[in-house]
């Protein structure tokens, strides 16, 4: 046998060339910089390269190659994160850097304890892996595999049923299969034999998954559509194509003028809205602030204008702002407090207001001041600005028009990356939410690939729930997304746009909605039960083999 071909440095760099062909792959399947909407299809595979390379190598270096793949994947896949935050491009590498080093040594031992159909716990393992990292003060959804098919709406009517978890299951399993059937090969001509000889050990799997993929594609023809009977309401999107935060108070009044003139011309326009939704902080100036302390004539002056225009309008407005008020601190005196909300505002008044739930780790809250000073300090000077959250999951309530006379419309409104978790919108929609309003900034990204991101997480929260959500964002994407999941209207992206939608208003509950992410839960349990079974199966064996040894040496 050749030296060569089987040397340190030729496996070295063949698995190498699997994570780096994972990093691609994992980029490729979503909206990245070379392909806008992200290649789908390419998600079925996508991660084949990275269950072989834990099948090539040793429990110890799955450590450094999940690491390694890691910090590669997340570099190239969140890029755009770096100009969010100047520790959050950091953060999200080091996080991915350590996630995925202490997951494959995970994936490593189910082949070690499962032998033959060890590729099945190494499914689950990574459905498990990427519920779990979607939970807690780091918990973050970009870049789950199941949003990769986003476009796909057939594929993806399953959520209604299991969430996006239901769509991971169908799109990991070709993946781990193959990672599992190529782990002996010698070269690339050996792949066709390799897959036959695995496929006829383990066609019951393959087949099974087959039978599941059909079922989810009929039940998505099936059921898509079905709400030609719903009310409608039309829902004015203003997209003002700023960063609201970087600026002064001439760039706010700026702001001030595009947003009233994007939303007069909306107003004149045929069909005319039943509301209009301006997006996260669209104003900035703290409207309630400013409204009763009137500490800074010049901002007090600017929401007074703003005032005076809402005050002129025969419909609602929705708009994010800086909730900021006085709040007893705990030692009998009082602290100003900010959140981060949504104003509802009929007849100039606010009616109702929503106070974001979920925030974002290290750059909107960071609650480990006492154990951590000196990572709270940087984030201070790195000009990080905290916010309090809310404790309730509103939903407003608005007179609209309808069919036979007035009506009410109940809708919620989760800001910026709160619709990027499921468990949150299926609360709003549970708290009789009829319509989800997404408002977000992701202008601070100048970046497609950011927005289309996010993009592809607010469509599963539409077809989990069975709900039309509408977004009206900074500068982008801006749209209309019927109950299916179906971008029906999109402003073009980096413009001034605005955009009426007329969305369907159902009130039904999906099994999503009424039982949540259970799916997710049940592949972290399984997982964690598989690994404890496995190590005591494997106890069990050798102090068994040690026995009988034992007693053939009396």
Not at 167 to 194: D, H, K, N, T, Y
Not at 375 to 402: C, M, N, Q
Not at 490 to 505: D, G, H, K, Y
Request: aromatic share 14%; with cysteine; glycine share 8%.
């Amino acid at each position: 046998m050749n030296p060569i071909v089987n040397s340190p440095a030729r496996r070295f760099f063949i698995n190498l060339g699997l994570a780096v062909l994972g990093m691609v792959l994992f980029t490729l399947s979503f909206p990245n910089p070379l392909v806008e909407k992200g290649l789908p299809l390419l998600a079925w595979l996508a991660w084949a390269p990275v269950f072989l390379l834990v099948n090539r190598v040793n429990l110890p270096g799955s450590i450094l190659w999940g690491a390694l793949y890691g910090c590669g994947a997340y570099s190239l896949f969140n890029y755009w994160m770096g100009a969010f935050h100047p520790m959050a491009g950091l953060i999200i590498t080091t996080t991915y850097t350590v996630y995925l080093g202490l997951t494959f040594p995970l994936l490593k031992l189910a082949q070690i304890l499962f032998r033959r159909r060890f590729y099945l716990v190494q499914w689950v393992l990574w459905l498990a892996y990427e519920y779990l990292r979607t939970l807690g003060f780091l918990g973050y959804s970009y870049g789950i595999s199941g949003y990769s098919q986003w476009e796909l709406t057939p594929v993806i009517q399953v959520a209604r049923l299991g969430g996006v978890w239901a769509v991971c299951a169908l799109v990991v399993f070709p993946s781990a299969w193959l990672g599992a059937a190529l782990r002996g090969i010698g070269g690339p001509g050996e792949i066709p034999g390799a897959l036959a000889g695995f496929f006829r050990r383990e066609w019951v799997s393959a087949l099974s998954w087959f039978v599941c993929l059909c079922l989810a594609l009929g039940y998505g023809i099936r059921v898509r559509g079905g709400y030609g009977d719903a009310s409608l309401v039309r829902i004015a999107l203003i997209q003002h194509n700023t960063d609201p935060w970087r600026g002064d108070m001439d760039e706010y009044r700026q702001n001030l003028r595009v947003l009233s003139r994007l939303s007069d011309e909306s107003l004149q326009a045929s069909p005319r809205p039943d509301m209009v939704v301006w997006s996260e902080t669209a104003f900035v100036p703290r409207i309630y602030w400013h409204s009763n302390y009137r500490d800074d004539q010049e901002s007090w002056d600017l929401v007074r204008e703003l005032l005076s225009y809402l005050s002129r309008q025969d419909l609602p407005f929705v708009l994010g702002n800086d909730d900021a008020r006085l709040e007893g601190n705990g030692s009998g005196g009082w602290e100003r407090v900010d959140y981060n909300a949504v104003l509802l505002f009929e007849g100039g008044e606010i009616s109702d207001l929503y106070r974001k739930l979920h925030l974002v780790p290290f750059t909107e809250y960071f609650p480990y001041q006492r154990q951590l000073p000196w990572i709270y300090d940087a984030l201070i000077k790195a000009d990080t600005h905290f916010w309090k959250k809310g404790k309730e999951a509103t939903v407003f309530s608005v007179d609209i028009p309808r069919p036979g006379g007035p009506g009410t419309l109940k809708f919620s409104t989760p800001i910026c990356f709160e619709d990027s978790f499921g468990y949150l919108s299926r609360e709003f929609v549970r708290n009789g939410a009829e319509l989800i309003v997404n408002l977000s900034n992701d202008a601070w990204s100048h970046s497609l690939s950011a927005q289309n991101q996010h993009l592809t997480m607010a469509v599963f929260r539409a077809v989990e729930n069975h709900r039309s959500m509408v977004r009206s964002t900074a500068s982008g994407q801006t749209c209309g997304i019927n109950p299916d999941g179906r971008v029906i209207a999109l402003a073009s992206p980096f413009t001034e746009a605005w955009l009426t939608v007329e969305v369907p208003v159902l009130a039904d509950k999906t099994l999503y909605t009424v039982y949540g992410d259970y799916l997710g839960r049940f592949f972290a349990v399984l997982s964690a039960a598989l690994l404890i079974f496995g190590a005591a199966s494997r106890i069990l064996l050798t102090l068994k083999n040690d026995s009988a040894a034992h007693g053939r040496n009396r």
